[in-house]
């Protein structure tokens, strides 16, 4: 039997570590875990944590990480929690280190092409900032309105404009993390070349709050494009949109950012007749691609857009397309490929990297295995085709599936060497596959690297790679 004095005792030190912090960061920023404020997007990880805290500076997130690696608490990174992988999910034991009160936008120099912020400011704020100083913030996600920059770079977020920009790491000129006993790294670089040894900025980027927390990054940003020509075509087989995608890699050039392909399934989900999103094409065809296009000659660049797009037609590579003519146009496109939250909130979501040539056959191949198994299941693909990255999302209908339909989604990708994260990360939900990705001994190195710097386990435990296992 328990004795009622241990959990005493516990409910003591908890008191005292929950002073302690609130000694730091504010009594008011250390809440309890029912007062925790809920997720935007239901993304099945809520706060079951001890404290949910929110420091206001480097300094508090240093004193905070430095105690509580001394109390041996671990403490779960917190940004806009819309990552897909439980990276933030909690246990009873963890403290949630929100970084939204850390949103200020320190600087936008329009010379250097560079904005400084800290990590609590939302993805949206960051574009609006850039925009404003007439530059571009070049990424975008749909979450967008959520996911706070901190939360971004330790995810090294992908999105629709990875064919031109990169992924979040290309963006990342520089950054300022806290390791788990809160020793400040302030590697805050603001030049596109700088090899003075180690570019430690890369420890911290994608590896999901396991190494540092992330307070302060330096952004490379763009010119703000003078076009912006998006397209919704209709195609009637994979080779077809293998062949599309080759065509307007050459005909548009560096113009071209965006190539999204959506199965059937997808598109007729997305706009079916009692949702939000129009059909702005037929609901027949088996593929649809989305291409995109910005550059710094509106009128040159429109007319070659539109004869880009022609030019698909006249080869029979394209049976039915539309060319948006206006902003809103645009945002209706991109809308039936974004508005996901029908998927995001019900279904199994993946998202895996493959050759390009494979991912007409692995998604067949997957929609078979799983169909089979599961007569009743509801599988949609859809994606970043152009950067290689297909998602996949499944609502098996049938209790208890879920183990299953994620093994067939992993296996299947071992023959083709795919990848089981293109760009939501591992956390603990895709844990147990890295080894179809990775080699023994890259994961040995991981978990060398997580000890060395957080030799306490404190820091986002369990997540990518448990250390008690390697
Ligand atoms: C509708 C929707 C669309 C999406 N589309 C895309 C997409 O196109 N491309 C894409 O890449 N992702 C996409 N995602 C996934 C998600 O938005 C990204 O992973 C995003 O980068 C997470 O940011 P966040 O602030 O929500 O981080 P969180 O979910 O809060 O945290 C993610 C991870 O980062 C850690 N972390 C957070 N902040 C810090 C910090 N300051 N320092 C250290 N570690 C930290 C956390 O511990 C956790 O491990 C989508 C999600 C949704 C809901």
Same mark, same amino acid.
């Given at each position: 039997m328990?004795?009622?004095?241990?959990?005493?005792?516990?409910s003591?030190?908890r008191?005292?570590?929950? #002073?302690?912090?609130g000694?730091i960061?504010? #009594? %008011?920023?250390?809440?309890?875990?029912?007062?925790?404020?809920?997720?935007?997007?239901?993304t099945?990880?809520?706060?079951?944590?001890?404290?949910?805290?929110?420091?206001?500076s480097?300094?508090?997130?240093? *004193?905070?990480l430095?105690?509580?690696?001394?109390?041996?608490?671990?403490?779960?990174?917190?940004?806009?929690?819309?990552?897909?992988?439980?990276?933030?999910?909690?246990? $009873?034991?963890?403290?949630?280190?929100?970084?939204?009160?850390?949103?200020?936008?320190?600087?936008?120099?329009?010379i250097?092409?560079?904005?400084?912020?800290?990590?609590?400011?939302t993805?949206?704020?960051?574009?609006?900032?850039?925009?404003?100083?007439?530059?571009?913030?070049p990424?975008?996600?749909?979450?967008?309105?959520?996911?706070?920059?901190?939360?971004?770079? *330790?995810?090294?977020?992908?999105?629709?404009?990875?064919?031109?920009?990169?992924?979040? %790491?290309?963006?990342?000129?520089?950054?300022?993390?806290?390791?788990? &006993?809160?020793?400040?790294?302030?590697?805050?670089?603001?030049?596109?070349?700088?090899?003075?040894?180690?570019?430690?900025?890369?420890?911290?980027?994608?590896?999901?709050?396991?190494?540092?927390?992330?307070?302060?990054?330096?952004?490379?940003l763009?010119?703000?494009?003078?076009?912006?020509?998006?397209?919704?075509?209709?195609?009637?087989?994979?080779?077809?949109?293998?062949?599309?995608?080759?065509? @307007?890699?050459?005909?548009l050039g560096?113009?071209?950012?965006?190539?999204?392909?959506?199965?059937?399934?997808?598109?007729?989900?997305?706009?079916?007749?009692?949702?939000?999103?129009?059909?702005?094409?037929?609901? #027949?065809?088996?593929?649809?691609?989305?291409?995109?296009?910005?550059?710094?000659?509106?009128?040159?660049?429109?007319?070659?857009?539109?004869?880009?797009? *022609?030019?698909?037609?006249?080869?029979?590579?394209?049976?039915?397309?539309?060319?948006?003519? *206006?902003g809103?146009?645009?945002?209706?496109?991109w809308?039936?490929?974004?508005?996901?939250?029908?998927?995001?909130?019900?279904?199994?979501?993946?998202?895996?990297s493959?050759?390009?040539? &494979?991912?007409?056959?692995?998604?067949?191949?997957?929609?078979?295995?799983?169909?089979?198994?599961?007569? =009743?299941?509801? @599988?949609?693909?859809?994606?970043?085709?152009g950067?290689?990255n297909?998602h996949?999302?499944?609502?098996?209908?049938? =209790?208890?599936?879920? $183990?299953g339909?994620?093994?067939?989604?992993?296996?299947?990708?071992?023959?083709?060497?795919?990848?089981?994260?293109? #760009?939501?990360?591992?956390?603990?939900?895709?844990?147990?596959?890295?080894?179809?990705?990775?080699t023994?001994?890259?994961?040995?190195?991981?978990?060398?690297?997580?000890?060395?710097?957080?030799?306490?386990?404190?820091?986002?435990?369990?997540?990518? @790679?448990?250390?008690?296992?390697?």
């Open positions: 328990s004795d009622p004095r241990d959990s005493q005792r516990t003591q030190t008191r005292a570590l929950a #002073e302690e912090i000694a960061v504010g #009594e %008011r920023h250390v809440l309890a875990s029912d007062d925790a404020p809920a997720a935007a997007w239901e099945h990880q809520p706060f079951q944590g001890d404290l949910w805290i929110s420091p206001g480097t300094d508090e997130v240093a *004193s905070v430095a105690l509580c690696n001394d109390r041996r608490r671990p403490v779960v990174p917190m940004g806009g929690l819309t990552n897909l992988v439980q990276a933030c999910a909690t246990s $009873e034991t963890e403290i949630g280190l929100s970084l939204a009160r850390m949103n200020r936008i320190e600087e936008v120099d329009p250097a092409q560079t904005m400084t912020v800290q990590a609590g400011v993805l949206r704020e960051a574009q609006e900032a850039a925009a404003e100083a007439g530059l571009y913030f990424v975008d996600i749909g979450a967008r309105d959520n996911c706070m920059l901190g939360g971004n770079v *330790s995810t090294n977020a992908g999105g629709t404009k990875v064919i031109r920009y990169g992924m979040i %790491r290309e963006s990342v000129l520089g950054l300022e993390a806290v390791l788990a &006993d809160g020793t400040v790294v302030s590697s805050m670089n603001r030049f596109i070349k700088n090899n003075s040894g180690f570019d430690l900025k890369h420890l911290f980027i994608g590896t999901e709050g396991t190494l540092g927390v992330i307070t302060r990054i330096v952004f490379r763009s010119v703000e494009p003078a076009s912006h020509n998006v397209a919704l075509l209709a195609v009637e087989s994979y080779a077809d949109v293998v062949r599309v995608l080759d065509a @307007v890699r050459t005909s560096g113009n071209l950012c965006g190539f999204e392909v959506m199965w059937n399934e997808f598109y007729c989900m997305a706009t079916r007749p009692e949702g939000p999103q129009a059909a702005p094409l037929s609901r #027949e065809f088996p593929f649809y691609a989305i291409v995109e296009a910005m550059g710094s000659d509106a009128e040159r660049d429109t007319t070659a857009f539109t004869e880009a797009m *022609s030019a698909l037609t006249e080869n029979d590579l394209v049976v039915d397309g539309v060319v948006a003519k *206006s809103a146009e645009r945002e209706a496109i809308a039936i490929r974004h508005e996901v939250e029908w998927l995001v909130s019900d279904a199994l979501n993946f998202d895996v493959l050759r390009v040539a &494979d991912v007409g056959r692995y998604v067949d191949d997957i929609d078979g295995r799983i169909k089979a198994a599961y007569p =009743q299941a509801f @599988v949609a693909a859809f994606g970043h085709l950067d290689n297909i996949i999302s499944v609502l098996p209908n049938a =209790q208890d599936a879920d $183990e339909v994620k093994s067939h989604i992993y296996e299947a990708l071992r023959p083709y060497g795919g990848a089981i994260s293109a #760009e939501h990360g591992i956390g603990i939900e895709k844990r147990r596959w890295l080894d179809i990705s990775r023994p001994q890259e994961v040995a190195l991981m978990a060398s690297l997580k000890r060395s710097l957080d030799p306490n386990n404190v820091l986002n435990p369990g997540k990518v @790679v448990d250390v008690r296992e390697h």
